[in-house]
């Protein structure tokens, strides 16, 4: 705080760009020791780390097949970056977007079916479906919270499971095609969401509508009224309540807000991707959506920025696991200790010095979950 | 009537089986979260020892030895989650998630390095069943409780174990408190960091044998993400038996007959996906209803710092 006071001075330009700078800290710390540890791996595994890493940047952004690869891989953990940060900002922890992530996608593959007929048109119904039951979705542990004091933590775990299993159930049980393939009817290429081309491979708009996602949520959170609420409630809850702001109802939006946005990324990604739901579904993108939001200090830039990181990893990753021996698998360790060092608060302060805790504000829930 | 009493056998034994490496886990988080850390990381620590203990046997040529390096790898994880944690005061739930990314990267990384590929590992030696005379001939339970692994006897054992270690002992009791007031413990001359490096070890030792179980008690081979949200199941089994040993074990047993109920049931009267979705429902179920703030350890999930 008396570092702030001191800077008061300067320009707001100036203290912008410290912000933000501040802000990369925690994240450039930890992404530099992932990538140390990792070159040690490797090392330890008999290749290069200097060849892995290089094939690894290639096939992250060395060609346009690479880019669009990336983008592919970004577009769903935008969404799942974002119901993971607009919760966080209530202070709430909501690691439920695998499950919110499934139920947006069998909304998409059931509705996408029945009004494929509508060809383009068809898009906007089903992705705003999506919105609705994610919201829903998401609205449950809000409930539970706000109701019964139970921890969403615990709660959205649990119907991560349900979710999934309820989309599963769905996707074998009733709306199964006659194919081989386990799985839901194939959507009619026109209710598809298409391709932007360029050369960028299989990327469609989906990304378009992540950024626009993005773009909304910054705008709901710093320019809305709600927005003020939810992160009033996330900094001080006695004060919001002091205030006359109603902490459950909040509660139960903000968490819902963030189903929402996971429900349409897995909207998206069968609308876009896929054009069904098969079994098993495409997993992890709501966990990998913690570390995207965490990495991005829960704001919807740093969201976008951190699914891109994530995505060119996953992406370049491919590459390197063909041109060198190295697995393919360890992106996800990376990630894994990226994740790991993100909110070490001590660690960086080590390196650092003091500052370290005044930067880590925002990025931290300690409350607990006793009470 | 035979049939049916021969069904019932299959299915208790069936039902002990899926519930040992539940209890293991749930014990082991039960120690981490009485200090006051979560883990969340369970499925995680079971995924790399099953790894590890398989690795351990192959190399070996043994199951102790399997079960030695299980153990190992289990504590060594765990230390990593108590580092980040308890040392650098990383958030517990990101550290919890970040254990179990890594131990699925990493088992799927080794297993290329080690198996020279992905999928399943050779079969290596496990624990196979040890029948245990007189008991094993008690009509009806025998054959189903003492017609197993030798692990599945240790966690016969450690159920009353924990119980007695938790509650009846000073150590149990600076635990204990340890995660529901630390600021109390500290000022009666307890170290808060050391009891809970303790409980977070204690949890990477115990889901350890959980996971040593899947890879060597019940099959003998590691298949890459084997664990399947077994570790979410056993911290559903925790919260559910409200964080204590006996509760805990209860539930598991609960959730291991659903999972045992799920493969002998005839598929059409209730969905599969219906039956596995029952833990978590439960377990939603009580959270609502108990509330979960009245329960849970009081300083769980809060990172101490000595002023």
């Keep these: 705080m008396s570092e702030e006071r001191r800077d008061s001075g300067d320009s707001f330009l100036r203290k912008s760009l410290r912000d933000a700078g501040g802000a990369l800290v925690f994240p450039l710390i930890a992404i530099f020791i992932a990538f140390v540890i990792g070159a040690l791996l490797v090392l330890a595994s008999g290749n290069n780390p200097v060849a892995a890493y290089v094939s690894l940047i290639q096939g992250a952004v060395g060609s346009p097949t690479a880019i669009g690869r990336t983008l592919l891989n970004a577009t769903p953990l935008v969404f799942t970056g974002l119901a993971v940060a607009v919760a966080f900002r209530a202070g709430l922890f909501n690691i439920g977007g695998e499950g919110q992530v499934f139920i947006g996608a069998i909304t998409a593959a059931w509705l996408a079916v029945s009004v494929g007929f509508l060809g383009i048109a068809a898009i906007p119904i089903v992705l705003l479906a999506c919105v609705v039951t994610g919201f829903i979705w998401g609205a449950i542990p809000g409930f539970l919270k706000a109701r019964f004091g139970a921890h969403e933590v615990i709660t959205t775990i649990m119907l991560n499971f349900i979710a999934i299993n309820l989309a599963t159930y769905f996707a074998l049980g009733p709306l199964r095609s006659e194919g081989i393939v386990p799985g839901t009817e194939t959507i009619e290429a026109a209710a598809r969401i298409p391709a932007i081309g360029l050369g960028l491979g299989r990327v469609n708009y989906g990304l378009a509508v992540a950024v626009l996602a993005a773009v909304v949520i910054y705008f709901l959170l710093w320019r809305t009224k709600l927005g003020f609420r939810i992160r009033a409630v996330g900094l001080s809850p006695g004060a919001a309540n002091y205030a006359g702001m109603r902490i459950g109802t909040n509660t139960v939006l903000a968490i819902a807000i963030g189903g929402a946005m996971a429900g349409l990324g897995g909207g998206v990604e069968v609308l876009g991707v896929y054009g069904k739901m098969s079994i098993p579904f495409v997993s992890n993108l709501g966990f990998n959506g913690i570390g995207v939001a965490l990495l991005g200090r829960n704001h919807p830039v740093g969201v976008v920025l951190g699914a891109l990181l994530f995505g060119g990893l996953a992406s370049g990753a491919q590459e390197m696991q063909f041109a060198t021996d190295v697995p393919l698998d360890l992106s996800d360790v990376l990630l894994a200790v990226i994740l790991l060092l993100v909110t070490a608060t001590k660690l960086v302060e080590l390196i650092i010095g003091k500052r370290a805790r005044a930067l880590a504000s925002g990025t931290r829930l300690d409350e607990g979950l006793g009470n | ?307």
């Design chain 2, 1 to 307: 009537m035979e049939e049916l009493f021969g069904n019932f056998g299959q299915l208790l034994s069936s039902t002990i089986r899926n519930a040992t490496p539940l209890i293991f886990a749930a014990l082991g988080g039960m120690f981490s979260e009485r200090s006051g850390v979560v883990n969340i990381g369970l499925e995680g620590l079971m995924l790399i020892s099953a790894f590890a203990g398989v690795v351990g046997a192959f190399l070996s040529g043994s199951a102790l030895v399997g079960l030695g390096t299980a153990m190992a790898a289990g504590l060594a994880f765990a230390l990593i989650h108590a580092v980040m944690t308890i040392t650098f005061e990383a958030d517990q739930i990101i550290s919890g998630t970040a254990i179990n990314l890594l131990a699925l990267g990493g088992t799927g990384f080794l297993m290329v390095e080690v198996f020279g590929s992905g999928g399943t590992s050779p079969n290596v030696q496990g624990f196979s069943a040890v029948r245990i005379p007189l008991l094993a001939d008690i009509p009806l339970l025998g054959p189903a409780l003492f017609n197993q692994s030798l692990l599945v006897y240790l966690m016969y054992a450690l159920v009353p174990t924990t119980y007695f270690v938790l509650f009846k002992t000073p150590f149990g009791l600076r635990l204990r408190g340890t995660g529901e007031s630390p600021e109390a413990v500290d000022t009666a001359g307890v170290n808060v960091f050391r009891m809970r490096y303790y409980g977070v070890a204690l949890s990477g030792i115990l889901a350890a044998l959980g996971g040593a179980y899947l890879s060597m008690g019940i099959l003998s081979a590691f298949t890459e993400n084997m664990t399947n949200g077994r570790g979410f199941i056993a911290l559903a089994a925790l919260i559910f038996g409200r964080w204590h040993p006996v509760g805990a074990a209860g539930a598991a047993l609960l959730f291991g007959f659903a999972q045992a109920f799920t493969f002998q049931a005839p598929q059409d009267v209730v969905p599969l996906e219906f039956l596995q979705m029952l833990p978590y429902v439960l377990t939603l179920i009580v959270l609502a209803g108990f509330g979960g703030r009245a329960i849970a350890p009081a300083a769980v999930g809060k990172p101490y710092r000595k002023e």
